[in-house]
């Protein structure tokens, strides 16, 4: 779990990149699909495939050069960094499906085929959920296992999405010949891809500054903490897969000018998603020792540091889904500065100086409860911008009706 905990982070800004270009192209080809621009929307799509491959392979090859070095500024111990550094290579190596996958992930998404992406994501997770144990366990490969099980789930997910293109089922051609390098394509893409990309590294830091902290305090609760975020994740994805579904919703329907679905869509996202997030969150508030015992084997220390942990984080998570919900959706609208802002905030703007001030304060409880701090200060800032969105939806609504009586 320390291993895996200390390459995370790295782990995360590769796939970084699939966003950058997948989130940023997904968001401009909704908007292009809602007004009928559809051989721009196939130009910004493969645009944003290619280059997010090309890119990816140029940092994964600096990542191995200088594995080491990068793990040990990401928190290993010296107890951690063997294992670290043999997972790590591997799952590096292998993230370029990663980053093809997370693109085409939000291409796909965006042109409305989400059985193909739901078809994808779930092949690669239940292949992964049945080769971890037969490789790590069966095989006596340990940690070497669990990343060569990661990168052949990571690859039949690649492969789900090859066989969507080659049999023409998308919208799209993907063919090289149609990436467009123009100002408006790359200025868009970049437009909502940075601040994704961004929203990325600081999940990055975040974990890397948790590592760092956690590391006066011994490897059980650095690897307590990993064990912690990896449940957390879990749900968070969940919550991000829901909001897959509604961000080309809300970004059609914007460029279509239709207001009242917009809000229907919105209610809808934030009352289901709150929903989830009420069930995932009260029920590692309510049972956290049962939970993270399942990730250590009479590690006393490990299980003390993480259940508490989790059972803040829980009550927390209650606010998760209306959060993501407006994250999202500024982002959908292409609302760049306003989706940066709020997007940054949970990992980045309210949770830095939390883990770096608190742990001075509260020692050990400071790095425990740093994440739920953040979570409720980002949670007022979402409601305060939200207000602000709602009215000039108004506003603008009341302009298009005053049009359409002229």
Not at 170 to 196: D, L, Y
Request: hydrophobic share 55%; aromatic share 12%.
């Amino acid at each position: 779990m320390g291993a895996i905990s200390v390459a995370f982070p790295l782990g995360q800004v590769v796939v970084g990149l699939g966003l950058l270009f997948g989130n940023g192209a997904a968001s401009y080809i909704s908007r292009l699909l809602g007004q009928g621009k559809t051989e721009t929307a196939n130009k910004a799509a493969s645009s944003a495939l290619y280059s997010s491959v090309l890119v990816g392979t140029v940092i994964i090859v600096c990542a191995v050069i200088f594995l080491i070095p990068i793990l040990k500024l990401l928190g290993a111990t010296e107890s951690i960094l063997p294992y670290a550094a043999i997972y790590a290579k591997i799952y590096i190596i292998s993230s370029i499906f990663s980053v093809f996958n997370v693109t085409m992930n939000n291409i796909v998404t965006s042109e409305g085929a989400a059985k193909t992406t739901m078809s994808a994501l779930m092949a690669g997770a239940l292949l992964n959920i049945l080769l971890d144990p037969i490789f790590i366990y069966r095989l006596n490969l340990g940690v070497a296992g669990a990343a060569i099980a990661t990168a052949i789930s990571q690859f039949v997910s690649t492969f789900v999405y090859l066989w969507y293109i080659f049999r023409k089922k998308s919208v799209f051609s993907f063919r090289i010949r149609e990436c467009c390098f123009s100002r408006e394509i790359i200025s868009e893409i970049m437009k909502i891809g940075i601040p994704t990309l961004i929203f990325q590294l600081l999940t990055s830091l975040s974990v890397t500054l948790i590592n760092l902290q956690a590391k006066e305090y011994g490897d059980s609760v650095i690897a307590g903490m990993g064990a912690v975020t990896r449940i957390i994740a879990m749900g968070s994805l969940m919550v991000f897969g829901f909001m897959k579904g509604f961000q080309p919703i809300a970004g059609y329907n914007y460029g279509a000018k239709n207001f009242s679905r917009l809000h229907a869509a919105i209610k809808t996202s934030v009352v289901w998603s709150t929903a989830f997030c009420a069930i995932f969150g009260l029920a590692l508030a309510f049972f956290p020792s049962a939970i993270i015992s399942q990730f250590t084997i009479n590690d006393i220390e490990m299980i003390d540091a993480g259940q508490r942990a989790l059972r803040a984080n829980g009550f927390s998570f209650l606010l998760f889904g209306f959060y993501t919900v407006y994250s999202s959706l500024f982002l959908a609208l292409g609302k760049a500065k306003e989706g940066f802002i709020l997007g940054a905030c949970r990992q980045g703007l309210c949770f830095v100086p939390a883990i770096l001030i608190l742990p001075y304060i509260a020692g050990i409880g400071g790095i425990l409860y740093a994440q739920p701090v953040s979570d409720v200060v980002s949670a007022v800032i979402a409601a305060l911008m939200a207000a602000h969105l709602h009215r000039s939806f108004s506003k603008q609504q009341a302009v298009e009706i005053a049009s359409h009586n002229m």
